[in-house]
């Protein structure tokens, strides 16, 4: 039985290993490991790619949204308007810098964040909004930069896993105040480490997000305020020059895998499939099912039988996000209650997210299809 995993970077370094191996080599050979002129040529071309005027790389995805706070200084007694469903690190930044997150449900459409609940969640202390193009399809910015534009709030996209989603034909990430992405190997693109960046179109916030990322250093030994070290690594940064340049034809590879999984899954009747063809543009990170719960208090969910006999074939699924944000032991003092945000945890109890990188092919699609068509008899 051949197995199928969710991801599998093995295939790509195939194809493109020499092209890493000689771009990391070269600046193990320079002596230079840290800033310098790969890391200033990766910011060029990835703020070029995405259309923002500049791009501070740093070290990590959370760091990346970590810094967009503290650029824009929010912070303790503030409150910041994000979805509970997406990975903690949303949420966890605002956290960090001593802020309040408050969870607005999702649609489950598009597991993103329901924008007509948005402006009812808007009070005094809201100081941003910060949407997540969650599974790399695209929130919908114009409706979202005008409701943040009425109440003069900041937006700041988390576009970790929608490096080239683009709406109305812009890439996410050049459309709110400022855009955070991580390259965290599985995302679109990923580094062979850690690794982030932030896009604007502000000068003198990307001044500051280069200062803050550097100690708060301005001059060799001199400090404006405090920062935190969050560069990153020039070994990482040729890296991802490499790599942008396939970051295309990979994202394709992704649309093209999520069509054909709509042609072989559309027959199943019990199986909530992706909207296909929604406004935008989605690069699947992940393509992500839905196992309709036929009884809501059932000891185990119904996905999770699903899941485990799809394993059982070989096939390794992933449930993103088992537990959503606002019940999670860690936010219990905010007070959250089951029920509170329904379709969240309706998504939790049913998503199920099937094989998805650019390498996959036909054969271990319709692997996949047919173990699910086996699992519902
Ligand atoms: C991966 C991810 C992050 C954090 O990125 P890291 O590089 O892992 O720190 C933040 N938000 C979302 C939605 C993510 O998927």
Redesign the pocket.
């Known amino acids: 039985m051949n197995k199928i995993p969710p991801f599998d970077l093995s295939e790509q370094f195939k194809v493109i290993g020499a092209e890493i191996n000689a771009a990391a080599t070269a600046v193990l050979a320079s002596g230079r490991y840290i800033g310098g002129a790969t890391v200033e040529t990766f910011e060029k071309a990835f703020a070029e790619y995405i259309g923002s005027r500049e791009c501070v790389a740093c070290n990590?995805?959370?760091?990346?949204?970590l810094l967009a706070l503290r650029a824009l200084d929010i912070g303790v007694g503030d409150e910041v308007i994000t979805t509970p469903f997406?990975?903690v690190?949303?949420a966890e930044v605002i956290s960090a810098v001593g802020a309040t997150p408050v969870f607005v449900d999702i649609e489950l459409d598009s597991y993103n964040l329901d924008l007509a609940q948005v402006e009812a969640a808007i009070s005094d202390r809201t100081k941003a909004i910060i949407p997540?193009h969650?599974f790399g399809r695209p929130v919908d910015m114009t409706r979202l930069m005008a409701i943040a534009a009425v109440h003069h709030l900041f937006v700041i996209e988390?576009c970790?896993?929608a490096t080239g989603a683009e709406w109305e034909n812009r890439k996410v990430g050049s459309i709110g105040h400022l855009g955070?992405f991580?390259?965290?190997p599985t995302?679109n693109l990923g580094a062979c480490g850690?690794?982030?960046a932030i896009t604007t179109h502000d000068s003198q916030v990307s001044e500051r997000l280069r200062r803050l990322r550097d100690h708060g250093r301005k001059g060799s030994y001199f400090y404006e305020e405090l920062g935190v070290n969050s560069r990153l690594d020039a070994v990482q940064a040729a890296i991802l020059t490499v790599k942008l340049g396939y970051l295309e034809a990979w994202n394709r590879n992704r649309q093209t895998i999520a069509q054909r999984y709509q042609q072989l899954l559309s027959p199943i009747p019990d199986l909530c499939l992706p909207p296909i063809d929604a406004p935008g543009r989605s690069v699947w990170n992940q393509y992500t099912i839905r196992i309709a719960e036929a009884n809501p208090r059932a000891e185990q969910a119904r996905r999770d039988t699903i899941r485990s006999q799809l394993l059982d074939r070989g096939i390794i699924s992933m449930v993103y996000y088992p537990l959503s944000l606002h019940l999670q032991p860690a936010y219990a003092h905010l007070g959250y209650q089951p029920g509170q945000l329904p379709k969240a945890e309706q998504a939790s109890r049913e998503v199920l997210s099937l094989p998805m990188f650019p390498e996959l092919t036909m054969e271990q699609q319709e692997q996949v299809a047919f173990a699910l068509k086996d699992s519902f008899g």
């Open positions: 990590s995805g959370t760091d990346a949204l997406t990975f690190a949303t997540v969650l988390d970790a896993q955070c991580s390259f965290y995302k850690d690794g982030g």
